[in-house]
Nanobody, 126 residues
């Protein structure tokens, strides 16, 4: 029953902004830690931004610090990743993922999250 659906990816020019959405179903945001991850071509999956079950930021990668932020809309069961000042190196498939029944989790790409979305491609290019 748990499902995560990402949306909002696409082609954007360097310096532009994009907001990704992760619509969740079958679980409560209050009982899960949530993370945004990405996998660039030829690279391993990495943690980008993770929040606790209360919405507090637990991790954001140095490479995106000051440019990316996460927010939640509990009424819509949706988590957002706001990406500003995008750079070509941000090009990747972005995934949201959930770890149920915990407050926090290690925000690394190899961590066994319970559920993953299928991802949405973000391409930053002129």
């Amino acid at each position: 029953q748990v499902q995560l659906v990402e949306s909002g990816g696409g082609l954007v020019q360097p310096g532009g902004s994009l907001r990704l959405s992760c619509l969740g179903s079958g679980f409560s945001l209050d009982y899960a830690a949530i993370g945004w991850f990405r996998q660039a071509p030829g690279k391993e999956r990495e943690g980008v931004y993770c929040i606790s079950n209360s919405g507090d930021t637990t991790y954001n990668a140095d490479s995106v610090k000051g440019r990316f932020t996460v927010s939640r809309d509990n009424a819509k069961n949706t988590v957002y990743l706001q990406m500003n000042s995008l750079k070509p190196e941000d090009t990747a498939v972005y995934y949201c993922a959930v770890k149920r029944g915990v407050q926090t989790m290690p925000c690394r790409g190899s961590y066994p999250m319970d559920y993953w979305g299928k991802g949405t491609l973000v391409t930053v290019s002129s």
